[in-house]
Every structure is written in C-alpha cells, then in structure tokens.
T-cell receptor
Framework: QKEVEQNSGPLSVPEGAIASLNCTYS??????FFWYRQYSGKSPELIMS????GDKEDGRFTAQLNKASQYVSLLIRDSQPSDSATYLC????????????FGAGTRLFVKA | ETGVTQSPTHLIKTRGQQVTLRCSSQ?????VSWYQQALGQGPQFIFQ???????GRGNFPPRFSGLQFPNYSSELNVNALELDDSALYLC?????????????FGPGTRLTVT
C-alpha cells in the first residue's frame, strides 16, 4: 500500500487558470508536508512547505493541509506554461527515526 | 550560499560491482538524506545522516550504506550492484535544528548498471 498517493495525471489546464493538485497520506505520524516541482531530467525543487492545518500562501501557490482527512493540496493560480512539470507531494515523520515519503507525482501541463 | 552538489553526474557499472556516490551539503546545513528515484516514480528514501550517524532509514537492504563526515558531506555506498539499482540517486540537505525538515536537493547522480 502506497503511503503517499497522488493522481499521476497528466493534468492539463489552460494558461491563466487555477491548477489543483491533490495528495493523500496514510501515516498519521507525518508532521511536515512538502510540495516539490520536478522538471524533466532535473532534480526536485522545493516550492511549498506546510506543517499545520489550514492554508499557506506564497505568491501564486497555496498549500492546504487537513490532518483529520490526511489530505494535502496545492493550488497554482494564474498557471503559466513554465509551470508544466511533475509535482511531488511528500510527508515527513520523526517517530522511530526520520523518514520522508514521496508520492509518485502528478504531471501538470499548462497550455498556452 | 553554496547549494547541494553531487558527484559524479553519471556512472556506468557492471552488476556485482560496488559504487560510491558523493554529496556536499548546502552551506549551513548539517543533515543529509539520500534518495533513489526510478524513472516515472517519486524519490524513495534510503537514509538520513545527522552528526555522522544514521538518523532514519527506508526499506533498503544493508548493501546500501552511507557515511557523513565532520564537514557534513556524505557518501552513499552500494555493494553487489543489481540491474534494478539503475536510477537517479539524489542527495538532499537540511538543517535539523529548524525542526521543519525542509530538504534541498542536489542535481543527482545517474547510475546505470549493466
């Protein structure tokens, strides 16, 4: 059973639209959550972190966390073609040793 | 500020051989984690090193081992290479005292096992 699940996509949105990316996790011990962006052939780049329930906004990005539902999401407003990439959701737990689990990623395609 | 660096960029090995990959953490960071990323998959956590000791480990066999040095740089060693070990190996550094676990990745080492 996968511990972090994401829709593999591809998710296709027109330029200027809102892209909504979702992630669920099974480890209730996870305390920190992250969204990474990965362009083809490149390494993951951290774009958002969230630690408590609610919303966190940073520029065009908003991360949402609901620990009761074990759900994390990322909204990208005013999507640009340069946002086309794979978005990875990750959760970190510290019980019994440090562990970070990544989802398989959602491919986002923003059409100009 | 210096980012995370890894060497080599690419590597080709034969099944059964051993390999060592290297990582220098971002300046000011004291923790290094290693990941294996197969094509089309998310990174899989191998282990983390803090204060030169293994601080957490994922579901990888003992032939995957590591070291962290006093300057916080790190090595990943893989013995008895198997074809399935072919992947992108990523190193990520973080500042454990921040308590937040934000990790920053290096460019990766592409390992091909033939």
């Amino acid at each position: 059973q996968k511990e972090v699940e994401q829709n593999s996509g591809p998710l296709s949105v027109p330029e200027g639209a809102i892209a909504s990316l979702n992630c669920t996790y099974s480890d209730r011990g996870s305390q920190s959550f992250f969204w990474y962006r990965q362009y083809s052939g490149k390494s993951p780049e951290l774009i958002m972190s969230i630690y408590s329930n609610g919303d966190k906004e940073d520029g065009r990005f908003t991360a949402q966390l609901n620990k009761a539902s074990q759900y994390v999401s990322l909204l990208i407003r005013d999507s640009q073609p340069s946002d086309s990439a794979t978005y990875l959701c990750a959760g970190t737990s510290y019980t019994g040793g440090f562990k970070t689990i990544f989802g398989a990623g959602t491919r986002l395609f923003v059409k100009a | 500020e210096t980012g995370v660096t890894q060497s080599p960029t690419h590597l080709i090995k034969t099944r059964g051989q051993q390999v060592t990959l290297r990582c220098s953490s971002q300046s000011g960071h004291n923790t290094v984690s290693w990941y294996q990323q197969a094509l089309g998959q998310g990174p899989q956590f191998i282990f983390q090193y803090y204060r030169e000791e293994e601080n957490g480990r994922g579901n990888f066999p003992p032939r995957f081992s590591g070291l962290q040095f006093p300057n916080y740089s790190s090595e990943l060693n893989v013995n008895a290479l198997e074809l399935d070990d072919s992947a992108l190996y990523l190193c990520a550094s973080s500042l454990v005292s921040s308590g937040r676990g934000e990790q920053y990745f290096g460019p990766g080492t592409r390992l091909t096992v033939t």
